[in-house]
RNA sequence: GCUCCCAUCGUCUAGCGGUCUAGGACGGGGCCCUCUCAAGGCUCAAACACGGGUUCGAGUCCCGUUGGGAGCACCA
């Protein structure tokens, strides 16, 4: 194991959403790429916010998508004493000093000076002043050096930068006593000895000031790389209904983790022309220099196409019970898993999106009543069709073999004996038993209800058609 | 407003000066297959934001313009 560190620093919301999902996927592949470790570390600073059970479903989110960490979940909550130690430290060697501004003062001088046409940045009236710690209420600010450059070469974006001029001294601790996150993710990523920060490209301007508070500790900055930001599909910010795009409502849709994950690591990162990327792959071709620098839209139809996919590809059994639960719900009691249900997923694999989807074209097989269409009821099993459903019924009846080989000879000599094409045939049929007019092939779905169902099933909508019958 | 960043088909992208009449994928159109729905096969449309340079040669380098984004808190 090399000594590379990376690590994933989300502050619990409730949810894990898909742009810190990316990041997460990121770090983790990066780590795993380079014989690393992948630290987890939990910002629970902002108490309002922070509970346990948000705690819990990002852990959750994480796990569901298969990204491991080996160290943590680290709380920066538990680290309160190092970053007032760090803070400490800061004022004694004069790297940092107490500031007695108010907060409306500071508003007043802002608004003047902006008013006046110019920029601001803190003024630095306290800069000097040398308070001691009896100065009264005060906030700690690093002294930022006047002059110089504050750069780095960005493991995305290449040589980064900007002016220490253009960056005031930034306040590291609140006047109650509270470091500042800044001053807290520099000590934690130092302590722990992070070596590569990856983190979204909204932390790109933070930068500078995070170098500069390395400086002031006397630590080496580790290196950085800002991800491209997932935007919506308008192409602004990614939705206010944030419910949306957590991993864990995408999960509840019926998308799959593999899929997902492929999905979100595609965003941004590319390999050549390929497409499908297992985990394994990820973590053995995933690079940050091939990771691009626009933000990039998240677009739901391909990961449609790429869960469709790996739903094709998922072994048999593995599918049936990730189906489970979503059947179960579909249809409002449990189901289990069957040789028949096992059949069926293999039909219904090539035409579900999603296992939500599956759930619903499934449903006719394990509820004793079928939904009906109504309009494709009206369409199929009409008065014209009745004598043909009435022969099949019979045809299938005297079926010793319940096979579709043995089927399709029935259908085939009802056909002719009517004259009609398949499709007159095959419709109302599938409609009677499944109560739609869409499913797999007429003599597959046959097979899979089962003699007994399909006979009742026919009855019942000979019986819908002529209840005199 | 200031600072920083970005810019190839609708979307994700390949392209790292000539092999680009710009490639792949999703999505879209058409055709085939067909008992429905899919899947599959074939096929079509679709992009280098604009203007200047540099160069024998620019999607690729430089500068502007335009358009987008991010950051400018005693939030994280």
């Known amino acids: 194991m090399s000594d590379l560190r990376t690590r994933f620093a989300p502050s619990p919301t409730g949810f894990l959403h898909i742009g810190g999902a990316r990041t997460a996927l990121f770090n983790w592949a990066y780590a795993r790429r380079h014989g690393g470790s992948f630290v987890l570390r939990v910002e629970d600073t902002d108490r309002e ?33 190092r970053h007032a130690a760090a803070v400490e430290k800061l004022l004694a060697s004069g790297r940092a000093y107490r500031c007695s ?30 308070h001691g710690p009896d100065c009264g209420p005060h906030t700690v600010r690093l002294r930022l050096p006047k002059e110089g450059h504050l750069g780095w070469d960005d493991l995305v974006f290449g040589p980064s930068g900007q002016d220490a001029s253009e960056i005031g001294d930034a306040i590291i601790r609140r006047s109650d006593g509270v470091p500042l996150f800044h ?20 932390h790109h301007n ?75 792959e990820i973590t053995r071709l995933f690079e940050l220099d091939a990771v691009g ?58 035409r579900s999106k999603t296992l939500v989807e599956m759930a619903e074209r499934a449903a006719w097989l394990v509820s004793d009543e079928i939904e009906l269409d109504e309009k494709a009821a009206r369409k199929h099993l009409t008065e014209s069709a009745a004598p043909i459903l009435r022969d099949l019924r019979d045809g299938l009846a005297a079926l010793s073999d319940w096979k579709a080989a043995a089927m399709e000879l ?42 007994e169902k399909t006979l009742a099933r026919l009855a019942t909508a000979l019986e819908r058609i002529d209840p005199a019958s």
């Open 49 to 81: 916010r922070s509970t346990p059970a948000a705690e819990e479903a990002l852990v959750e989110g994480l796990q569901w998508l298969g990204l491991d960490w080996d160290e943590g979940p680290y709380r920066q909550s538990e680290r309160g004493e």
């Open 101 to 130: 501004c108010t907060r409306e003062e500071l508003g007043e001088r802002k608004q003047a000076t902006i008013a006046g046409g110019g920029k601001w940045t803190y003024d630095g009236r306290c800069r000097d002043a040398d």
């Open 183 to 202: 001053l807290a993710v520099v000590v934690d990523d130092h302590e722990m000895g992070i070596t590569h920060v990856i983190r979204g490209a909204d």
């Open 206 to 280: 933070n930068t500078p000031l995070q170098i500069a508070l390395y400086h002031a500790l006397d630590a080496e900055p580790p290196r950085f790389g800002h991800v491209p930001l997932i935007v919506g599909p308008s192409g602004k910010k990614l939705s206010k209904r944030l419910d949306d795009v957590s991993v864990q409502h995408f999960r509840q849709r019926g998308y799959l983790d593999e899929a997902m994950r492929n999905w979100l690591v595609r965003i941004g990162w590319s390999h050549g022309d390929q497409e499908i990327f297992s985990a394994e």
């Open 293 to 350: 620098r626009k933000s990039g839209q998240a677009d739901l139809g391909k990961l449609d196409w790429l869960n469709q996919h790996y739903i094709t590809e998922m072994p048999r059994k593995a599918l049936m019970d990730a189906l489970l639960p979503f059947l179960a719900q579909r249809v409002g009691h449990a189901v289990e898993a069957s040789d028949a249900l096992g059949a069926l997923v293999d039909l219904l694999r090539e």
């Open 410 to 451: 029935v259908f085939e000599d009802v056909r002719t004996r009517h004259d009609v094409g398949m499709g007159k045939l095959a419709q109302p049929v599938r409609v009677a038993v499944t109560g739609s007019a869409a499913s797999p092939g007429i003599y597959e779905t046959l097979a899979v209800l089962g003699r």
